[in-house]
């Protein structure tokens, strides 16, 4: 097994140099230091020579643990679901799903490019199919039938990941300005010179355009969809 060579000092600092001290070259160090590069470099920049290097271990020692950079992928976003809560069985069906999307959001904007790292990999880790299965039992306590469970579930985690997509994207350009709200005078600055015979609604509505407030758009798009599902409920359904 690989392992890392960190150098402790001797008691009494000895003049003979530090004794060296052996840490295990394990999965759970591999994946931190991958999380932790991926909040400085992003998902394109992140590779397995990197990761090695910030662990001071050649590159193969790596492949003991991890088989490539796919898995690593598919471990990384099972790492950051399981920063996921259970969500509460005893509440109405809807407000299960409240608080599912909304802890998905969190979670994927709570790393860098993790809304990529999602979109790229597929759920076949312990963390990533437990919210899965909580997804479908939730609609299918509440009544759905068993065709459309998995198509619902999709639609909440598509539309969540798509959301958190677009936020990120917000958040990753608005630090290139002084504020937000410099970078949204800007942008309603450039609606508002588009010729307006052409452009009448996005002229008309480039302050609201350009204000965004993001927890209220959310609620908002999810409560759309999930007004939808209640209207496909069958009848006698626990509508709640």
């Excluded at 969500?87 to 809807?94: A, C, E, F, G, K």
């Excluded at 608080?99 to 759920?123: P, Y």
């Excluded at 999709?154 to 539309?159: D, H, L, P, R």
Aim: net charge neutral.
């Amino acid at each position: 097994m690989a392992r890392r060579r960190v150098y402790a000092d001797k008691p009494g600092g000895a003049a003979d140099g530090p004794a060296p001290v052996y840490m295990p070259l394990e999965r759970g160090r591999i994946l931190e230091a991958a999380l932790k590069l991926l909040d400085e470099l992003g998902l394109k920049d992140l590779s397995m020579r990197k990761i090695a290097d910030d662990l001071q271990v050649k590159t193969a020692s790596l492949y003991y643990h991890v088989k490539d950079k796919e898995a690593l992928m598919q471990l990384l976003s099972d790492r950051i679901c399981g920063g996921m809560e259970r969500i509460d069985p005893s509440l109405p069906w809807r407000e299960q799903l409240s608080q599912w999307a909304g802890q998905f959001r969190n979670v994927l904007l709570s790393r860098r490019d993790a809304f990529e790292l999602f979109h790229q990999t597929i759920a076949n880790g312990d963390e990533r199919l437990t919210q899965i299965e909580r997804l479908f039992q939730c609609l299918a306590s509440a009544g759905f039938p068993d065709r459309q469970v998995p198509w619902l579930a999709s639609m909440v985690k598509t539309y969540v990941l798509g959301f958190a997509a677009e936020e990120a994207r917000f958040r990753a350009r608005a630090s290139g300005f002084a504020s937000r709200e410099a970078m949204n005078e800007q942008q309603e600055q450039a609606f508002r010179r588009l010729p307006e015979e052409r452009f009448p609604n996005m002229v008309r509505l480039a302050a609201v355009t350009t204000s965004t407030d993001w927890e209220q758009e959310f609620r908002f798009g999810l409560s759309v969809l999930l007004d939808g599902f209640a209207a496909k409920l069958p009848a006698g359904a626990n509508d709640e």
